[in-house]
T-cell receptor, first 113, second 115 residues
């Protein structure tokens, strides 16, 4: 069935280091892959997304890569800062039947000063 | 600013009670969704609606029902609440007309505790 797996579940880094979160998806027809950031007590908000016709997308310190053959995509955060501490969710857009997003279980990122 | 709002923000209730969570949006979006968030399980889709006459079950619809009263309003009901429905509930919207993005916009969440 439709599934998105996300790893790791928790990630702890020192300020200035890089952080990488990885996700795999089950449906090869998926064509849209967003990443959401949820700060403590707040709602999830989109930070970056990528479509299946692109292999990489970058926005300042964050980047997302997509490997369609392997059905996995990753979020890369460089030069991490304490304000990057949050829970990050990947998702995949499943087009079979009614279009809907399936989310990964989330990664809790802690950036230590 | 156009937004997604949820009421109530917090609710404590007892087992067996009927509960309704409400969602309103001023974004003019056609699509609306209800998710629940549990630690370690991410966001799981309960129900979604692509217009007023369209209602679809998500991954975990058992024990829940919904009503799309208008384009801007989508409510979630727990007919007889049970403790394992204790969770954070999010409403979200997306724009059917947007070809550039399938971005979903989330409400602030409702924290529900069933005793």
């Amino acid at each position: 069935g439709e599934n998105v797996e996300q790893h790791p579940s928790t990630l702890s880094v020192q300020e200035g280091d890089s952080a990488v979160i990885k996700c795999t998806y089950s449906d090869s027809a998926s064509n849209y892959f967003p990443w959401y950031k949820q700060e403590l007590g707040k709602r999830p908000q989109l930070i970056i997304d990528i479509r299946s016709n692109v292999g990489e997308k970058k926005d300042q310190r964050i980047a997302v890569t997509l490997n369609k053959t392997a059905k996995h995509f990753s979020l890369h955060i460089t030069e991490t800062q304490p304000e990057d501490s949050a829970v990050y969710f990947c998702a995949a857009f499943f087009s079979g039947g009614y279009n809907k997003l399936i989310f990964g279980a989330g990664t809790r990122l802690a950036v230590h000063p | 600013d156009a937004d997604v709002t949820q009421t109530p923000r917090n609710r404590i209730t007892k087992t067996g009670k009927r509960i309704m969570l409400e969602c309103s949006q001023t974004k003019g979006h056609d699509r609306m969704y209800w998710y629940r968030q549990d630690p370690g399980l991410g966001l799981r889709l309960i129900y979604y609606s692509f217009d007023v006459k369209d209602i679809n079950k998500g991954e975990i619809s058992d024990g829940y029902s919904v009503s799309r009263q208008a384009q801007a309003k989508f409510s979630l009901s727990l007919e007889s609440a049970i403790p394992n429905q204790t969770a954070l509930y999010f409403c979200a919207t997306s724009d059917l007309q947007s070809l550039a993005s399938n971005e979903q916009f989330f409400g602030p969440g409702t924290r529900l505790t069933v005793l």
